[in-house]
């Protein structure tokens, strides 16, 4: 399962850009890969993992902006198509993490 964040933070003022800066940063620190500008993902093992992360994100969220979590399985993950100018870009998964029990 894939946890996908997505949002538009306000960056016009010092307080909102270190708003911003904090969520990214947070995102980063919780396993979030950047995979555009504004869109972050992180690969989780199992729905109960998910919603593990997507809590944490929900505690982190800046009082301002749009932000949107989707959930889509390893499946539909693999079905995206990615274009670059044009072209076709092979579908590049971040890292695996592996979870020791």
Same mark, same amino acid.
């Given at each position: 399962m894939w946890?996908?964040?997505l949002f538009d933070l306000p =960056?016009? =003022?010092? &307080?909102?850009? %270190?708003? &911003?800066a904090?969520?990214?940063k947070r995102l980063? /620190?919780?396993?979030? =890969? !950047?995979? !555009?500008?504004?869109? &972050?993902?992180?690969? /989780?093992?199992s729905r109960e993992n998910a919603e593990v992360h997507i809590r944490r994100v929900k505690a982190v969220m800046p009082p301002v902006g749009h932000i949107g979590i989707l959930c889509i399985t390893d499946k539909q993950f693999s079905q995206m198509e990615i274009f670059y !100018?044009? %072209?076709? !870009? %092979?579908v590049h998964t971040p890292?695996?993490?592996l979870e020791l029990f």
């Open positions: 946890v996908i964040v =960056t016009e =003022t010092p &307080y909102e850009r %270190k708003q &911003y904090n969520f990214r980063l /620190c919780d396993g979030f =890969t !950047q995979f !555009q500008f504004s869109i &972050y993902l992180r690969h /989780c093992p !100018q044009k %072209k076709e !870009q %092979k890292g695996q993490q």
